[in-house]
């Protein structure tokens, strides 16, 4: 079955302007997680979404938004772009009940903020 | 909240050769996580491994919970094992954390 898939794969934004990231999960997963890797911070959690609900969330500023559909595709938004956005965002799914911990993750949306 | 240290943060090695990779965090856990991240970015998972011993082809991983240490073992080492190696865990899925990674080269 198809993995998870993330678009777009590649953006360039400048400073001020906002962006959208989509995450399609595996088919059957309903547990969507978000994660932001930078070379000075490593790899981040940002948030977590299961049911449409946001079940956690990481210290990120409210800039960071992210939700969730009633078919588990997940979006995150980051408004008023900094340059120290820029970064690889993760999204990783995991299914409901037996193997709910184990995060599979797609290939990743490579933000540049100029 | 949790620290998870993974060593060393580098490693040369030439291929055929056998490494141990280490994650040591510091409180207790349900969820531990070993993951391949290739040149594109994409993480792997390698192993999900909150305890106990698990193996795959060349690769082997054990978890010591009660002492909070987690070793990843690649044996007869090829060149595509390169990249970064990184250790996550947490209590269940939501917020893992993770470890700095281990950057691998295997040379030819």
């Known amino acids: 079955k198809a993995g998870v898939t993330q678009t777009p794969r590649y953006l360039i934004k400048t400073r001020g302007q906002q962006v959208t990231l989509s995450c399609s999960p595996i088919s059957g997963h309903r547990s969507v997680s978000w994660y932001q890797q930078t070379p000075g911070q490593g790899l981040q959690f940002l948030f977590e979404y299961f049911s449409e609900t946001q079940r956690n969330k990481g210290n990120f500023p409210g800039r960071f938004s992210g939700r969730q559909f009633s078919n588990s595709r997940s979006e995150m938004n980051v408004s008023t772009l900094e340059l120290g956005d820029s970064a690889l965002y993760l999204c990783?799914?995991?299914?409901f009940g037996p193997g709910a911990n184990v995060l599979t993750f797609g290939a990743g949306s490579r933000l540049t903020v100029l | 909240g949790i620290q998870v240290e993974q060593s060393p943060p580098d490693l040369i090695l030439q291929e055929g050769a056998n490494s141990t990779l280490r994650c040591n965090f510091s409180?207790?856990?349900?969820?531990l996580q070993w993951f391949h991240q290739n040149p594109w970015g994409q993480l792997i998972n390698l192993f999900y491994i909150p305890s106990g011993t698990k193996q795959n082809g060349r690769l082997s991983a054990t978890t010591v919970a009660t002492e909070r240490y987690s070793l990843l073992y690649i044996s007869s080492s090829q060149t595509t094992d390169s990249g970064v190696y990184f250790c996550a865990v947490g209590q269940g899925a939501q917020k893992l954390v993770f470890g700095q990674g281990t950057r691998l080269t295997i040379n030819p």
């Open positions: 990783a799914s995991s299914q």
């Open positions: 409180d207790s856990v349900n969820n």
